[in-house]
């Protein structure tokens, strides 16, 4: 997809949003995520491992949360 039409769909699911609508957002890219979600939920092994708030996590606690390395630590934790 070009940049016109990536800025194109951004403005729209945005419009929709202000709207009221709700909008599942599925991307790899984090930025486009972070930017475009008021909420966020982190799917890991096939499980909701994380939901919070839009900017709850910075980049390297969400990507922790994507890898499972932090549910693997606080399993440690709970463990100790």
């Known amino acids: ?3 016109g039409a990536q800025e194109f ?5 945005l419009d929709l949003r202000d709207e009221g609508k709700a909008i599942l957002l599925i991307s790899a890219d984090l930025d486009e995520v972070r ?4 909420r966020l939920a982190v799917i890991y092994d096939g499980q909701i491992v994380a939901e919070s708030v ?3 996590w910075d980049e ?3 990507g922790l949360l994507m890898t499972g390395s932090k549910m693997e630590e606080e399993d ?3 463990q100790n």
């Open 35 to 38: 930017r475009l979600s008021d």
């Open 1 to 3: 997809m070009d940049v």
């Open 54 to 56: 839009h900017d709850t």
């Open 9 to 13: 769909i951004h403005n729209r699911l």
């Open 60 to 62: 390297m606690e969400l």
């Open 76 to 78: 440690t934790h709970e």
